[in-house]
T-cell receptor, first 114, second 112 residues
């Protein structure tokens, strides 16, 4: 059972480039989330999804986009990368509603924009 | 003002000590409370999950929730060097799609 898998683990982007961070889970979780973690800080929600075809903005969505075409996959798209997007990105998933028992996180993607 | 405030640390204790990690929150709508442990350069992993006020114990770990004071704590008994990590409190409301609000984390070092 793989849990939540994120790729790539590391990436260096130049200002203005675009990329997609991949996230897939094999636990049949309805809910999926993208968070970013800056050094010494907690996690800030970028986007989330409550099921295939349904996505919504979190606290810091600017500069990002998501899609959820299947239950398993929840890619995060960065358009026109900026230095402010240098961060560690975590994907997470959980059961829905009162069945939720907290998140299962991926191992993260460490992104540097230069 | 942040909705969730976590004691910033860092915290350094000798092996075998009892550790107390704390968070306060301002929104009484938070109903579910969690503690995550995050080792360096790894993703957070769920340590404790609680709903009601009171204590929940799991081995050397005890999670305490006081909803009347809007205060949660994590106690670690007989701390071990392997407990050295950053601990994040998190909480979410009943009807907001499980979106969790996180504290900034407390970094704990347990010295042998």
């Amino acid at each position: 059972n793989a849990g939540v898998t994120q790729t790539p683990k590391f990436r260096i982007l130049k200002i203005g480039q675009s990329m997609t961070l991949q996230c897939t889970q094999d636990m049949n979780h309805n809910y999926m989330y993208w968070y970013r973690q800056d050094p010494g800080m907690g996690l800030k929600l970028i986007y989330y999804s409550v099921g295939a075809g349904i996505t919504d903005k979190g606290e810091v969505p600017n500069g990002y986009n998501v899609s959820r075409s299947t239950t398993e996959d929840f890619p995060l798209r960065l358009e026109l990368a900026a230095p402010s997007q240098t961060s560690v990105y975590f994907c997470a998933s959980s059961y829905s509603g009162t069945r939720s028992y907290g998140y299962t996180f991926g191992s993260g993607t460490r992104l540097t924009v230069v | 003002q942040k909705e969730v405030e976590q004691d910033p640390g860092p915290l350094s204790v000798p092996e075998g000590a009892i550790v107390s990690l704390n968070c306060t929150y301002s929104n009484s709508a938070f109903q579910y409370f969690m503690w995550y442990r995050q080792y360096s350069r790894k993703g957070p992993e769920l340590l404790m999950y609680t709903y009601s006020s009171g204590n929940k114990e799991d081995g050397r770990f005890t999670a305490q929730v006081d909803k009347s004071s809007k205060y949660i704590s994590l106690f670690i008994r007989d701390s071990q060097p392997s407990d050295s990590a950053t601990y994040l409190c998190a909480m979410f409301k009943n009807t907001n799609a499980g979106k969790s609000t996180f504290g900034d984390g407390t970094t704990l070092t347990v010295k042998p």
